[in-house]
């Protein structure tokens, strides 16, 4: 079998196996073939399951032939982001901290894959924590992006995006806290989304799982929006042990896929909000809008009636660096010098936080995701680019320095050993678009748009009202169709 096989739509996947032409056990050995060899290259992975996977893939051509209905998944492989648990399968959260810890239980998300059919090939790679814009830790070398080798894949959901973009999987599991989705897709050259905050469920870790402020979300990536949306429906919906904020009513996520967008009001912030943004990222993005208006959506121009850079500091630096020292502070117990420097000085500095702080932060997230929401109520969608550089390279870091955008290198010392970066600075370049999202709670997309001159690929970010995530995958389809992407793959 070729490896082209790999590029196909889960989709057209699902119906090659129902029909028998093809069968999930060789398909899973093809996933497990290129992993052997792309791995050495890309390092998208952290474990490989190859005995798990295979014994999954048997279990599933065995329906087949007892004439058993196939779940929605159907025998397509899939991978996890070792972020969260896989049972009887190491979890390392990115980090040599967590030391060999085996999980006692599968994530909502992986018992739901297991049950539609998915194959789980291994754990995906992930900065430590997810702390991180781009894709490095102290496990091993950097995840690195399969259209140039010398880039980063973005993060924190870099092993996922550089699996299915290398060819490994159709379709991966990813999660979001500040854009750890869609910053990885749009470096990568695929389609990601998350939901609504809430939308796909978690369950209870401990009380800090209950802390009224958690911007992560779980969502998929994927060559095809179609593929994406199915994972969705996967994993989406309340569960009988869900956090609190988990939306407890269901909905199909794929229905009226075709439906388009005509009609649909989009808004396009006046200089985003005060973000800063690539000369060649903005042409692309320039360009690419006016695709929604042959789709018939009506494009207006609006103005924030807030900075979006006067809230950085109190939602990362306040919010985000009290969560990251209530949930990461046992790890941080275990050996400070362990940690990635930059994750160690956002716990020490969530430690000192003052509730004042904390409180004054809470009330402007309100009246931002008050401000937001009345957005749109007049308007469908926000678009922007998805990042504001193309992909940097893995041994540099980029900053704003008077007003412009700045790639300077940094060496393994100041990386690994010892900086003064915390979670918010380290990132706040590749997430000036992606993260107000996570603040405000809506579901977003990033879209591909386009290479730059050197070939490196561009996003476009949609995002939509809470609870509208249908609306969406629909619009996202309407754009797959009248600009695709697939014909462009990584020659790796």
């Not at 050995?29 to 952290?46: G, H, Q, W």
């Not at 080798?149 to 092993?159: I, K, M, N, P, R």
């Not at 005509?262 to 006016?290: L, Q």
């Not at 003064?420 to 590749?430: M, N």
Request: charged fraction near 25%; include cysteine; hydrophobic fraction near 35%.
């Amino acid at each position: 079998m070729s490896k082209e096989l790999l590029f196909k739509s889960g989709i057209e996947l699902k119906k090659l196996i129902k029909n028998k032409e093809i069968s999930p056990v060789e398909l899973t050995k093809l996933s497990l073939e290129r992993i052997e060899e792309t791995e050495p290259k890309v390092n998208a992975f952290f474990s490989v399951i190859h005995d798990q996977a295979i014994l999954k893939a048997k279990e599933i051509e065995t329906k087949i032939s007892k004439g058993e209905e196939l779940g929605l998944l159907g025998g397509l492989p899939t991978s996890i982001k070792d972020l969260e648990p896989v049972k009887d399968v190491q979890v390392t959260k990115g980090s040599l901290t967590t030391g060999k810890t085996i999980a006692d239980h599968d994530q909502i998300i992986v018992e739901r894959i297991k049950k539609e059919d998915g194959i789980i090939l291994g754990k995906t790679s992930c900065p430590e924590f997810g702390h991180s814009g781009s894709n490095e830790s102290k496990i091993k070398d950097h995840c690195r992006n399969p259209w140039n080798l010398e880039f980063t894949s973005g993060g924190s959901s870099g092993g996922a995006a550089a699996s299915v973009a290398a060819g490994v999987n159709t379709v991966a599991q990813g999660s979001d806290g500040g854009g750890s989705v869609r910053i990885p897709a749009s470096f990568c050259g695929l389609f990601g989304m998350i939901g609504t905050q809430g939308r796909i469920p978690r369950r209870h870790a401990g009380p800090m799982s209950w802390l009224p402020v958690n911007y992560s979300r779980i969502g998929p990536i994927s060559w095809y929006v179609e593929d994406s949306a199915l994972l969705f429906e996967v994993m989406a919906g309340p569960h009988p042990e869900n956090e609190s904020m988990t939306i407890q009513d269901r909905e199909d996520f794929l229905i009226d896929l075709n439906k388009g967008i005509k009609g649909k009001k989009i808004a396009i912030p006046h200089n985003f909000g005060s973000r800063v943004v690539d000369k060649e990222v903005f042409e692309i993005f320039n360009s690419n809008i006016k695709l929604f208006e042959k789709l018939g959506a009506n494009l207006e121009e609006i103005k924030f009636d807030f900075d979006l850079n006067d809230l950085e500091q109190p939602f990362h630096k306040h919010l985000m660096h009290t969560f990251s020292f209530c949930v990461n502070e046992q790890f941080y117990n275990v050996d400070p010098k362990k940690l990635m420097p930059h994750v160690k000085n956002t716990i020490e500095r969530g430690k000192k936080v003052m509730a004042s702080d904390y409180a004054k932060a809470l009330a402007q997230l309100s009246e931002y995701r008050f401000k937001m929401d009345n957005i749109f109520s007049k308007f469908d969608y926000i678009v922007s680019p998805t990042v504001a550089i193309p992909p940097h390279k893995c041994n540099e870091r980029p900053n704003i320095i008077n007003g412009k955008i700045d790639i300077s290198t940094i060496d393994d010392k100041e990386m690994f050993e010892e900086n003064d970066y915390d979670y918010s600075s380290w990132i706040f370049v590749l997430a000036q678009f992606t993260a107000p999202f996570n603040w405000s709670g809506n579901p977003a997309v990033s879209l591909p748009c386009g290479f730059t001159k050197s070939g490196l690929p561009i996003g476009l970010q949609l995002a939509g009202k809470k609870r509208g995530e249908l609306s969406l995958i629909q619009a996202s389809k309407a754009f797959e169709e009248i600009k695709p992407w697939q014909q462009n793959r990584p020659s790796i």
